[in-house]
């Protein structure tokens, strides 16, 4: 009963202040600065950082390559943050080829679908106007799940001191939706503790089964989105594919050519190619 109260009460406060500006894009860095300055503050509260481990940050499978698909988790373009602002998947995949062809127009230096951490740290520094910004575009930039970004995004800046933290405090549309989103898990967990004990439905479990279908429909339209840009990714990585294809490296010969190098398992030292002084 109390619960309910305080979700109208919540709502009413919600119509009454309407979208105001508290947003991700009212955080932190000068507005003017380039997207990994801004991302690595915003996302990872990381400010004077050196391009080399900002890399290392983003390289997920740790091969000293970026691949299209590392990119798109660097601009968040797989997060659900980003994916539920488009209309639809046409409309993420436009948003996904724009950025993915920027991006790597400007640091894939040889045109091989790949960006080496020499390329990133060349042509991505801010002498060189660092990473594309893309303004125009909400949502971009996320990594965690919904109440680490939560937490970073809104509670970190808007109810960090004991003023700001009073029930009256969390007015805000970002604390309405974090609310409703903790009463669907305890409607959740009520069921499916109704379930464990043989008790008979009850009122709960209608809104369960409510709740769990929108669930199951957001969840499936977002992989749908995933799943197609991650396809216009592979088109960008041919090399990382014939890699995949060849399987893991094995044995003490010498790479024959990149897609060698990028195999798994490959010894460090031959995933670059020159020496010290070449790619790296």
Known sequence: MVRSILRIFYWLVYLIVGFEAHSSNHEGSDSSSDYLT??????????????ASAFHLHDLNQDNILEADEVLKLYGLDHETAVDKSRSVERHDSKASRVLSTVMEKLDLNKDGLITKKEFITAGSVNNGGLPKFD?????GHHYDEEGEYFLHHEEIYHSTPETQDESSYN??????????????????????????????????????????????????????????????????????EAKRRGDWDGFKRPLDQADRLRKNVP?????????????
Do not use: C
């Open 268 to 280: 460090y030292k031959y995933k670059i190619r020159k020496s010290f002084w070449g790619e790296f």
């Open 172 to 241: 805000h549309p970002e604390d309405i939706q974090h609310f409703i989103n903790h009463e669907k898990i305890e409607v959740k967990e009520d069921e499916m503790s109704r379930i464990a004990q043989g008790l008979p439905e009850d009122s709960n479990t209608a809104k369960f089964q409510k709740q769990n279908q929108k669930e199951h429909d957001l969840i499936e339209e977002r992989e749908k989105r995933i799943k197609s840009i991650k396809a216009k990714a592979q088109k960008y990585s041919p090399v990382a594919d």
């Open 38 to 51: 801004t991302h690595m503050d915003r996302e990872h509260h990381i400010q004077g950082f050196d391009m």
């Open 136 to 140: 125009d575009i909400d949502g971009l």
